[in-house]
């Protein structure tokens, strides 16, 4: 017979789990109807995780998700309140205020039962910032305890304070909260009248300090309980792991064949964002055991916990978790084309053979690492870097440089990206070739910061901070080069100068104006011949520096072809172009005694 009852309950358990996993996928306005249009709707909501609850609600809006507070149970309702009326380490009375009031709303009966039986200590600190308590004695006139005092018995008498620190309140807020405290008050003390005396005096004696720090610390151990862990511990998933470190470390553990984890009361509302084409995810597809894959899910929504718990962000739409999930999302995948550097393209099977070894969190840290290198080079690079002992600004190096230099020098390395539409350029990495790119582009930046001391630069007064890029610099610098004139105090070529070069810079292939390959193999030797004058740039480097100088000179080249290609000679004007400085006149240098050259 108990077997038969345990199987029935299981069935239950398993088809509460199936209808659980639809309602996540739902839009925000269906889910309040599909959760109460089914036959077991307390328990379909005690079913979810407090997690994956709390951020429906949100999600929903909390005065709409009401009735969903309501059916939450008890350990929900602490969940809610440990997510949102703490400000890091300190008590956000205005939030508290506004999560009582919806309880209050929402069931006042059973808020008053849970205020003694589980919230105690909450309550009095919260009544010790909120009123003050006078006991009249019994021949002392009500009048004599001052203004705005009320009672529920005529002998304690409160009234509603405003703590300038911790409770700066505007009027209206303030009119809020005395109402919800003076009816939440009236409940408790029609509930039990000796035990609301009783909260009163103990929480006029309360030493606040002492015990906000005990509610705060009790408030972690149940957060790290649901992988929430303290921000001092969160922000190890940032520390930068080496593919060779997995080499030692654990293999992971799954449960024994044949045991139902669908049970769990673990967060899967992150796993259902998992959809975006990465290497992990075509890796995850590639799992076919229940088990195993329930596993991994579950790592993943630890993982997430994680990561906006180190990021200290306040998560409260599902869009915003769809982001933190496509960050770790992207981060797994780089850990794991690290990981499989050899193997080219990425094998699935492989891939998902590494998320069977290795610890999800250590793979998004070897990801990561990829990143944070980049970070490591660009301020070692910057401390002493020739453009920051010029007391140039970062816009020196024009929009695109200056984007990749502005993400990498964050705490929090980011991708810089134009393209997308997010209201930012900046973004995660996505691909390892990503990193790989903008590695390439910190090489290029590092290796032409050698180079330019040994060009002409001008004062500081004769810069025009619009015109003045490394561009203009190199571009304008291999001008005079070709002219054979060294400039002596403007480093503007005179348009007079300019014109017969610009006029030679040009070939016509089928009826296109483009830079040809020996006009840029110039360029590029040029650069070198600039580099090779550094002594303490090793030989062996050669190879490296005349392929930085070939890249760069076929970006160069292939912008001033973007902008330049259709404007003629006759028709040049200083003011609006900015590949090269250019100026009205004829004077400009120093001519060499051999002459001119050509473009």
Known sequence: MSDSIDKNHLERLHELDAYRQKVLLLPTEKIVDAILDHPQSVALVHSFSEIDLHLLIRDIGLDDALPLIQLASSRQWEYFLDAEIWNRDELDYPAATRWLGLLLEADPNRLVNWCFDDQLEFVELYLFRNIELRIREFDQAPSELGEGFVTDDDTFYIRFVTDPIHMPLDETRKSQRDAMLAELLHRISAADHVRYQGLLMEASAVIPAEMEEELFRLRNVRLAEKGLLPFHEAISVFKPLMPE???????????????????????????????????????????????????????????????????????????????????????????????????????????????????????????????????????????????????????????????????????????????????????????????????????????????????????????????????????????????????????????????????????????????????????????????????????????????????????????????????????????????????????????????????
């Open 245 to 599: 470190d997995l080499k030692n470390r654990s293999k992971k553990r799954f449960y024994p064949p044949g045991s139902d984890i669908s049970l769990l009361p673990v967060p899967r509302l992150a796993a259902s964002f998992l959809e975006t084409d990465t290497c992990f995810v075509r890796a995850l597809k590639r799992i076919d055991d229940p088990r195993i894959l329930g596993q991994l899910q579950t790592e993943v929504a630890g993982l997430c916990n994680q990561v906006i718990v180190a990021t200290q962000q306040t998560i409260h739409e599902r869009r915003q978790l769809a982001e933190v999930v496509e960050t770790v999302s992207h981060y797994l995948s780089i850990g794991i084309e690290r990981m499989l550097a050899d193997t080219h393209p990425i094998d699935d099977a492989e891939a998902a053979a590494l998320l069977c070894d290795c610890f999800l969190a250590d793979l998004f840290s070897v990801g990561y690492a990829g990143a944070l290198d980049l970070r490591r080079r660009a301020i070692q690079w910057q401390k002493s870097s020739w453009f920051r002992k010029a007391g140039l600004k970062l816009s020196f190096w024009d929009e695109a440089w200056m984007g990749l230099l502005g993400g990498l020098l964050i705490d929090r390395p980011k991708c810089y990206d134009p393209a997308q539409d997010k209201g930012s350029v900046y973004r995660d990495f996505h691909t390892l070739a990503e990193i790989n790119a903008a590695e390439t582009l910190l090489d290029q930046i590092i290796w032409i910061d050698t180079v330019l001391p040994r060009l002409f630069i001008p004062d500081a007064k004769d810069r025009d901070p619009g015109f003045f890029t490394y561009k203009s610099l190199l571009l304008t610098s291999w001008v005079w080069s070709r002219l054979n004139i060294t400039p002596d105090k403007d480093l503007a070529v005179p348009v007079s100068l300019f014109k017969p070069f610009y006029q030679g810079l040009w070939t016509e292939l089928q009826g296109r104006r483009m830079v040809d390959a020996d006009r840029r193999s110039l360029f590029a030797d040029w650069l070198e011949d600039l580099a090779e004058k550094d002594p303490d740039l090793p030989d062996q480097n050669r190879e490296g520096r005349l392929a930085l100088g070939k890249s760069l000179a076929g970006a160069l080249f292939d912008e001033v072809e973007a902008e330049l290609s259709a404007v003629r000679p006759g028709n040049l004007d200083p003011r609006h172009i900015r590949l090269f400085l250019l100026k009205s006149g004829s004077n400009g240098g120093n001519q060499d005694p051999e002459g001119s050259g050509s473009g």
